[in-house]
């Protein structure tokens, strides 16, 4: 009974809890599609407005690219009508122009033709009056022959002659004074030659240096060096190519040369193989070559140090080596290192004052007695060997011709070089600077 009463029961509760889920699923969903519609609709709304102001910014864009290309436009336009304008203007004035040479043409070609004209009237005046003297001629000519007694023809091999004789002595005295003056100018060149000559190979002056001292302990020292049966002296003498001289000077060797390199490193050697007392021909060979090899790393120094004193950069190294080698080198007496110097400070100074480059002219100044320094089995006048040894160094073309023109072996092609000449007169001539020759002497 019960069972019967409870299933009824639950199937009234079953569809009233299916009835009350239909109607709140109905009202639920009801809601959902009402809340998606208004969200559509915002969105919608939202899609709308973005796309407007997006197209008025695209129309806004195109507003201000249409106005910029317009710009652009009107202004090529105008630089266009304006280059037409100038162009017509242009044509205009070269119209004018054409006009005026046209006219101008005109009027020189009747300038011509009336000079033309003048100039065969003038001509039919000339060859009237050119007519009128031969005839004048032909009857003078006969008076002469009248009163003379002589041809024309014999006249004119009388005056021939009497001007042939007056050109002969003419020319011979005009000969004689070329010989006199080429003979003059022979003797002066060759006493330049034979000074450069000189100079070139350090040649006996007796008022020059040529002779070093060693100083030595004692006498002994002597025989040492001379070595037995003379073999040490030989072999100093044979490495170095100086001559040694032991005589009764006490406690003093002399080494004679007129290389004044070649004798310092006699000098340094000689010092040295006396300080280690080790003195036979190996000994010496070994002792002259360390000493040439330091010697030479002293000049390349010396070099440096002149260019680095005067301010001038980027020379060849081995124009450096000829300057430092000007250390050894003399002109009458005067040191030729010492003397470029003091020739490229007054070049220097010299051409800052004319508004010329100073350095260039320093340059020039320093290397102008650079030939001085080449061996002298390379033949030829020093400033000439100058010129070719900086023109293979690639030195600058007007340092080349100061060093090749300052004896005016070639011709000066700038104001420097003129320069170079004056300065290498005035260090010479400085009282002091130099010691005269013998010559000198004997002819006062």
Request: aromatic letters at 4%.
């Given at each position: 009974?019960?069972l019967?009463?409870?299933?009824?029961?639950?199937?009234?509760?079953?569809a009233?809890?299916f009835?009350?889920?239909?109607?709140?699923n109905?009202k639920?969903?009801?809601?959902?599609i009402?809340?998606?519609?208004?969200?559509?609709?915002?969105?919608?709304?939202?899609?709308?407005?973005?796309?407007n102001?997006?197209?008025?910014?695209k129309?806004l864009?195109?507003?201000?690219?249409?106005y910029?290309?317009?710009?652009?436009?009107?202004?090529?336009?105008?630089?266009?009508?304006?280059?037409?304008?100038?162009l017509?203007?242009?044509?205009?004035?070269?119209?004018e122009?054409s006009?005026?040479?046209?006219?101008?043409?005109?009027?020189?070609?009747?300038?011509?033709?009336?000079?033309?004209?003048?100039?065969?009237?003038l001509?039919?005046?000339?060859?009237q009056?050119?007519?009128?003297?031969?005839?004048?001629e032909?009857?003078?000519?006969e008076?002469?022959?009248k009163?003379?007694?002589?041809?024309?023809?014999?006249?004119?091999?009388?005056l021939?002659?009497n001007?042939?004789?007056?050109?002969k002595?003419d020319?011979?005295q005009?000969v004689?004074?070329?010989?006199?003056?080429a003979k003059?100018?022979?003797?002066?060149?060759?006493?330049k030659?034979?000074?450069?000559?000189?100079?070139r190979?350090a040649?006996d002056?007796?008022?020059e240096?040529?002779?070093?001292?060693?100083?030595?302990?004692?006498?002994?020292?002597?025989?040492?060096?001379?070595?037995?049966?003379?073999?040490?002296?030989?072999?100093?003498?044979?490495?170095?190519?100086?001559?040694?001289?032991?005589?009764?000077?006490?406690?003093?060797v002399?080494?004679?040369?007129?290389?004044?390199?070649?004798?310092?490193?006699?000098?340094?050697?000689?010092?040295?193989l006396?300080?280690?007392?080790?003195?036979?021909?190996?000994?010496?060979?070994?002792?002259?070559?360390?000493t040439?090899?330091e010697l030479?790393?002293?000049?390349?120094?010396?070099?440096?140090?002149?260019?680095?004193?005067?301010?001038l950069h980027?020379?060849?190294?081995?124009?450096v080596?000829?300057?430092?080698?000007?250390?050894?080198?003399?002109?009458?007496?005067?040191?030729?290192?010492?003397?470029?110097?003091?020739?490229?400070?007054l070049?220097?100074?010299m051409?800052?004052?004319?508004?010329?480059d100073p350095?260039?002219?320093?340059?020039?100044?320093?290397?102008?007695?650079?030939?001085?320094t080449?061996?002298?089995s390379?033949?030829?006048?020093?400033?000439?060997?100058?010129?070719?040894?900086?023109?293979?160094?690639?030195?600058?073309?007007?340092?080349?011709?100061?060093?090749?023109s300052?004896?005016?072996?070639?011709?000066?092609?700038?104001?420097?070089?003129?320069?170079v000449?004056?300065?290498?007169?005035?260090?010479?001539?400085?009282p002091?600077?130099r010691?005269?020759?013998?010559e000198s002497?004997?002819?006062?």
């Amino acid at each position: 009974m019960d069972l019967i009463i409870l299933i009824p029961m639950i199937a009234v509760l079953l569809a009233l809890f299916f009835y009350l889920g239909w109607w709140f699923n109905s009202k639920v969903g009801k809601k959902s599609i009402a809340s998606a519609e208004a969200r559509a609709e915002q969105i919608i709304q939202d899609a709308q407005k973005e796309a407007n102001n997006l197209k008025r910014e695209k129309l806004l864009e195109v507003k201000d690219e249409w106005y910029k290309k317009k710009v652009e436009f009107d202004n090529e336009v105008n630089q266009k009508k304006q280059k037409l304008a100038n162009l017509e203007k242009q044509l205009i004035a070269r119209e004018e122009n054409s006009e005026k040479r046209y006219d101008l043409i005109i009027q020189k070609e009747r300038e011509v033709r009336k000079l033309e004209k003048e100039l065969a009237e003038l001509k039919t005046s000339l060859d009237q009056r050119v007519e009128e003297i031969k005839r004048l001629e032909a009857e003078q000519n006969e008076k002469l022959e009248k009163i003379s007694g002589l041809t024309s023809e014999e006249a004119k091999k009388i005056l021939i002659n009497n001007m042939i004789d007056e050109a002969k002595t003419d020319a011979a005295q005009i000969v004689k004074e070329i010989y006199d003056k080429a003979k003059a100018d022979a003797k002066k060149e060759a006493q330049k030659i034979i000074v450069q000559a000189i100079q070139r190979t350090a040649a006996d002056h007796s008022i020059e240096s040529t002779v070093s001292v060693v100083q030595i302990q004692n006498d002994e020292m002597k025989g040492r060096i001379i070595g037995k049966e003379g073999r040490n002296i030989r072999a100093f003498e044979a490495v170095t190519g100086v001559d040694v001289i032991v005589d009764d000077t006490p406690e003093a060797v002399i080494l004679s040369s007129f290389d004044q390199f070649r004798r310092e490193i006699a000098r340094v050697s000689l010092e040295r193989l006396i300080a280690d007392g080790r003195i036979h021909p190996a000994r010496i060979e070994e002792v002259v070559q360390k000493t040439t090899q330091e010697l030479e790393e002293e000049i390349l120094r010396e070099g440096e140090n002149t260019l680095l004193q005067l301010g001038l950069h980027n020379m060849h190294p081995e124009l450096v080596k000829h300057i430092g080698k000007m250390k050894y080198r003399s002109s009458y007496g005067q040191n030729l290192l010492q003397h470029s110097i003091e020739v490229a400070y007054l070049t220097g100074i010299m051409a800052a004052e004319l508004g010329l480059d100073p350095v260039l002219a320093k340059r020039a100044g320093l290397l102008h007695d650079v030939g001085k320094t080449v061996d002298k089995s390379i033949e030829g006048p020093h400033a000439l060997i100058g010129y070719d040894l900086t023109k293979k160094y690639k030195e600058h073309p007007i340092v080349v011709n100061a060093v090749g023109s300052h004896h005016e072996d070639i011709e000066m092609e700038h104001p420097i070089a003129a320069l170079v000449q004056s300065a290498d007169a005035i260090s010479g001539a400085r009282p002091g600077a130099r010691r005269e020759p013998l010559e000198s002497y004997v002819k006062r």
